[in-house]
């Protein structure tokens, strides 16, 4: 199991202490030229990047934007632009990005999204025939209400994420269990 923290600038010189892969937020590589630096040396050692789109923190990139910080950083996962809870805009997003060039060793990432189980069922299937290779679990679902029963919403995110994984691994999509998990669990 690999982890990794987001922190705050203050923090960020501990990461490579802290964390196994470092997590980048594009909109701060411009407010922050620390950040930025950071980000750089970290693509010369070649650490582990995986860069985000900005949709938790509420900012909106255009692709041009967006795609100039994959150029320049040069992350190993890219997390294209998803759309909280819709897996119908998030789909067409993934389609739309897959038309772009990023540097040869940035693969693009989905944010498995939906209201439903189905819905994440069926975004994953089509993006596994886009081509697709890595997939997020989003960490506050409203699907997890409706897979669990506690009157606490962030108890329901907890388990209720164990259980989506569980689930689609008990359904075998498109060999779930042999893509992504079958060399992390030992």
Same mark, same amino acid.
């Given at each position: 199991m690999k982890i990794s923290h987001e922190l705050p600038l203050s923090l960020l010189s501990y990461s490579e202490d802290w964390n196994d892969y470092d997590y980048c937020l594009p909109h701060l590589l411009d407010k922050h030229t620390d950040y930025k630096q950071y980000f750089l040396e970290a693509? *010369?050692?070649?650490?582990?990047?995986?860069?985000d789109n900005g949709l938790f923190e509420g900012v909106t990139h255009t692709v041009t934007?967006?795609?100039?910080?994959? +150029?320049?950083? *040069?992350? +190993?996962?890219?997390?294209?632009?998803?759309?909280?809870?819709?897996?119908?805009?998030?789909?067409? +997003?993934?389609?739309?990005?897959?038309?772009f060039k990023?540097?040869?060793?940035?693969?693009?990432?989905?944010?498995?999204?939906g209201n439903t189980v189905n819905e994440i069922e069926m975004l994953y299937r089509q993006c596994i025939d886009l081509?697709?290779? !890595?997939?997020?679990?989003? !960490?506050?679902?409203i699907v997890y209400q409706s897979l669990c029963d506690s009157p606490q919403v962030i108890a329901n995110q907890?388990?209720?994420?164990?259980?989506?994984? +569980?689930?689609?691994l008990s359904q075998n999509l498109n060999n779930f269990y042999e893509t992504h998990f079958k060399n992390l669990i030992k």
């Open positions: 693509k *010369e050692k070649g650490r582990f990047i995986i860069m934007d967006l795609l100039e910080k994959i +150029n320049l950083i *040069e992350p +190993n996962i890219f997390i294209v632009p998803d759309a909280w809870n819709d897996s119908i805009i998030t789909v067409k +997003n993934a389609k739309y990005w897959t038309q990023v540097p040869f060793k940035t693969k693009l990432m989905v944010v498995l999204q081509g697709y290779t !890595h997939f997020a679990i989003n !960490h506050s679902s907890s388990v209720g994420r164990v259980m989506l994984i +569980n689930h689609l």
